[in-house]
């Protein structure tokens, strides 16, 4: 016969106990998607002025200016509306900063394992699947910070010398239409993004969770 030693009070403690720590994983979750969306709104500004981490990009050459006539010197500016921020509701938090897609295969099927409950549609929490990033900002965004080259077509390079011709012979501006007939492609210059504004952001970024948290576990609404 084995021996039963019963602690009165014993099964109400384990479950403060893990209640305790269920509280431990939504603070330490919340503290995550507080800097989250505080880096989001920042990394926005940052291409809107076109120095994400503090470097500022190269500037449009002055055919593209002219021909997409853009007033100012912002290449990449539009990309700050593809800026997203996504924390999964996982017991290790991972921010995530920048053009969010879902997360991967190998990483869905961590979550589902680890008893993980994932929306009807396979969403996550933090940012809905709705909100991420799409398919074709991740790709321009990818594009740009890697830099590419387009090859120039017969029409644009007519399109270009008509309207050189409608300009007059005095204008400086003129010669940017002209185009040598060595000149084949359009390059676009890599324009880095997420790099240098993690590597600017990344000490103050883990010290801001770090005090999140602190403050979460202290009750303080953040």
């Not at 509280?23 to 505080?38: D, H, M, P, S, Y």
């Not at 920048?98 to 991967?104: I, L, S």
């Not at 300009?167 to 400086?172: I, L, V, W």
């Amino acid at each position: 016969m084995n021996p039963k030693v019963l602690i009165k009070g014993v099964e109400k403690t384990l479950r403060g106990i893990k209640q305790a720590e269920i509280q431990q994983l939504r603070n330490i979750n919340t503290a995550f998607r507080v800097e989250g969306f505080k880096m989001k709104n920042e990394l926005q500004q940052q291409i809107r002025d076109g120095s994400p981490g503090g470097f500022r990009w190269d500037p449009l050459t002055q055919l593209a200016r002219r021909w997409f006539g853009r007033r100012k010197n912002n290449p990449l500016h539009k990309l700050a509306r593809g800026i997203r921020y996504h924390v999964p509701n996982t017991p290790v938090p991972t921010l995530q900063v920048g053009f969010v897609g879902p997360v991967n295969a190998r990483q869905h099927a961590l979550m589902v394992r680890s008893g993980i409950k994932l929306g009807s549609h396979g969403g996550y929490r933090g940012v809905a699947v709705g909100g991420m990033t799409s398919n074709s900002w991740r790709r321009l965004g990818r594009q740009h910070q890697k830099g590419f080259e387009k090859p120039i077509t017969e029409s644009q390079r007519s399109w270009l010398f008509k309207k050189a011709n409608s300009m007059r012979r005095s204008n400086p501006a003129r010669r940017v239409f002209i185009l040598k007939p060595t000149t084949t492609t359009f390059k676009t210059p890599p324009r880095l993004i997420i790099d240098p504004f993690w590597n600017a952001r990344r000490a103050h970024t883990i010290r801001n969770i770090r005090e999140n948290y602190h403050r979460k576990m202290r009750g303080v609404k953040i």
